[in-house]
T-cell receptor, first 113, second 113 residues
Framework: GESVGLHLPTLSVQEGDNSIINCAYS??????FIWYKQESGKGPQFIID?????DKRQGQRVTVLLNKTVKHLSLQIAATQPGDSAVYFC????????????FGSGTQLTVLP | EPEVTQTPSHQVTQMGQEVILRCVPI?????FYWYRQILGQKVEFLVS????????KSEIFDDQFSVERPDGSNFTLKIRSTKLEDSAMYFC???????????FGQGTRLTVV
């Protein structure tokens, strides 16, 4: 069936290094993609989004890349900080959907001092 | 900064009992959602709500579940007869429009015993 999944369940990076978190999706009708950050005991927090008519979008210290050819999404975090430690989910929604987000299984990012 | 608020933060209930989870979405938002996250698993879509009716629902959202917007500010999820497998974090979310950023609440941890 259609699914959104993550390549790696855990990622450890040194403070100050860049982080790259990857996500694969299989629904070719996906139209809108979002990265969420979830800290322990909290709800998902929006980081950045991208629509299918774009291949790159930048925010503050974060960049999302979308490769529709291979159905791949990545989140790049520049100069990773201890506060970036969390679980990161990619999520997608198909065109025309009333926001039925499908979440991936998450990647635990740990920032090492 | 506006936020989605959920009450209670933790609800313990006996199997077979009815529970109502409450949410106050962001005031100018028009789309409302419930998601759940079983411990250690991905966030799953339950239902979306717009213009006082359900827009979409997942297979999880069976006859035991219902949603309501009883007044201009609250959005509730009712589980009529809870089962052990309903134990999860339940997240409410809202967005201003379709395919725009969804803001999540902090969640209600439901424990069915």
């Amino acid at each position: 069936g259609e699914s959104v999944g993550l390549h790696l369940p855990t990622l450890s990076v040194q403070e100050g290094d860049n982080s790259i978190i990857n996500c694969a999706y299989s629904n070719s009708a996906s139209d809108y993609f979002i990265w969420y950050k979830q800290e322990s005991g909290k709800g998902p927090q929006f980081i950045i989004d991208i629509r299918s008519n774009m291949d790159k979008r930048q925010g503050q210290r974060v960049t999302v890349l979308l490769n529709k050819t291979v159905k791949h999404l990545s989140l790049q975090i520049a100069a990773t900080q201890p506060g970036d430690s969390a679980v990161y989910f990619c999520a997608e929604t198909p065109r025309g959907s009333a926001r039925q987000l499908t979440f991936g299984s998450g990647t635990q990012l740990t920032v090492l001092p | 900064e506006p936020e989605v608020t959920q009450t209670p933060s933790h609800q313990v209930t006996q199997m077979g009992q009815e529970v109502i989870l409450r949410c106050v979405p962001i005031s100018n938002h028009l789309y409302f959602y419930w998601y759940r996250q079983i411990l250690g698993q991905k966030v799953e879509f339950l239902v979306s709500f717009y213009n006082n009716e359900i827009s979409e629902k997942s297979e999880i959202f069976d006859d035991q579940f219902s949603v309501e917007r009883p007044d201009g500010s609250n959005f509730t999820l009712k589980i009529r007869s809870t089962k052990l497998e309903d134990s999860a974090m339940y997240f409410c979310a809202s967005s201003a429009g379709v395919n725009t950023e969804a803001f999540f609440g902090q969640g209600t941890r439901l424990t069915v015993v």
